[in-house]
């Protein structure tokens, strides 16, 4: 992106969240929030390790960006921040780690983590991307309960496993809500550069760039739309339970739901400054957050189940055929 994109970079004033959350993120989110004493019980399970506790490992054993620190960098999260209208940016770090990611922590005062391979692997408009996608997970009041989240994860997996076994469903259920509000934030990573090949090349690089290596987006948009257009049956199952444990969505699935949101124009009308603000009252209820994304679901799992039938269908076929010696009727 040159200099000139950039300067021309529309400021999004007083642009309230609600304008890049995925309804199913604002919903689940919603209902968390709206439990009795749910925000307050979550607080004191994360004081058990120490917000403090987890901001000095960064200090210690992580380079805090600045004017005098990754200059670029600091200069690219103030250009994010104004954009977004941030007033306050977060601390940013970058930590040393052969992982192509990023995160933001935290719950008082959030930061902002990216991992030092992303500086190597991802061109310096991608990386822009990416802060502003966190600063959007911040923004969206996504971090306490990622957070939580993460913790969860890990004691259930590591230190108590039959505990995590009790509570796998529950865990799914904000799997699910992780993995939404992974799309909500790649919308704001879009509002923040405002260029949209810019934005998918990044999620294409965390699917599976090296380091001196070029890879093509439009091969890339092609193998999304394959994942998402082709294979059989089964292939639909599968592509379900691979994600129930995942806490992103496929980088292809990514790129493709941040496709569909440009192409319904909501991207547009943003730029043309028709968003909602934050001191507006939120006009689109609770509820119609949630029956959209309930209906989303209910389609979801509608079609799942009907593959689930199908796919067995198929397989009974199958082993009735090769009981018989006879070649499968599938054509596959």
């Known amino acids: 992106m040159d200099e000139l994109q950039k300067s021309d970079r529309r400021i999004l004033t007083d642009i309230s969240p609600r304008a890049w959350e995925h309804p199913a993120d604002r919903a689940a989110l919603n209902a968390l929030r709206k439990l009795p004493g749910f925000d307050l019980a979550l607080r004191k399970v994360f004081g058990l ?10 200090q210690a054993n992580a380079v805090r960006v600045s004017e005098r620190q990754y200059a670029d960098l600091h200069e690219q999260l103030l250009r994010v921040c104004r954009t977004l209208d941030v007033d306050t940016p977060p601390e940013l770090y970058v930590s040393q780690t052969p992982v192509v990611n990023a995160g933001a922590l935290g719950m008082n005062d959030p930061f902002i983590v990216l991992n030092s391979s992303i500086l190597e692997v991802l061109a310096p408009d991608e990386v822009e991307t990416i802060i502003g996608h966190e600063v959007g997970h911040i923004v969206s ?16 997996l590591f230190r108590y496993p039959i505990a995590g076994l009790v509570a796998r469903p529950v865990l799914y259920a904000l799997l699910e ?9 790649d919308r704001a990573g879009l509002l923040a550069v405002q260029d949209p090949d810019a ?12 380091r001196g290596r070029t890879l093509d987006l439009d091969a890339f948009l092609e193998q999304s739309e394959a994942y998402r257009s082709e294979g059989g049956l089964l292939d639909s199952v599968y592509k379900v339970l691979n994600i129930l ?3 992103h969505p496929f980088a292809v ?7 569909e949101w440009i192409d319904s124009g909501a ?10 603000h934050r001191d507006e009252a939120d006009e689109r209820a609770y509820r119609d957050d949630l029956a959209e994304a309930m209906t ?28 018989r010696g006879e070649p499968p009727t599938d054509g596959s």
């Open 141 to 156: 009041g996504h971090v306490l309960y990622r957070t939580l989240l993460v913790l969860l994860l890990r004691l259930s």
């Open 245 to 247: 444990g995942a806490t």
């Open 296 to 323: 989303g679901y209910r389609e979801s799992a509608r079609d799942f189940m009907d593959q689930v039938d199908a796919a067995v269908d198929t397989v009974r076929s199958r082993f009735m055929d090769a009981w």
């Open 199 to 210: 934005s998918m090349r990044g999620l294409m690089h965390l699917a599976g760039g090296s």
């Open 49 to 58: 390790f120490g917000e403090r506790q987890l901001r000095l490992a960064f």
């Open 177 to 185: 809500w992780y993995r939404k509000s992974e799309l909500s934030s």
């Open 253 to 259: 699935v990514r790129v493709a739901e941040l496709r």
């Open 267 to 276: 991207y547009e009308r943003i730029l043309s400054d028709d968003y909602p």
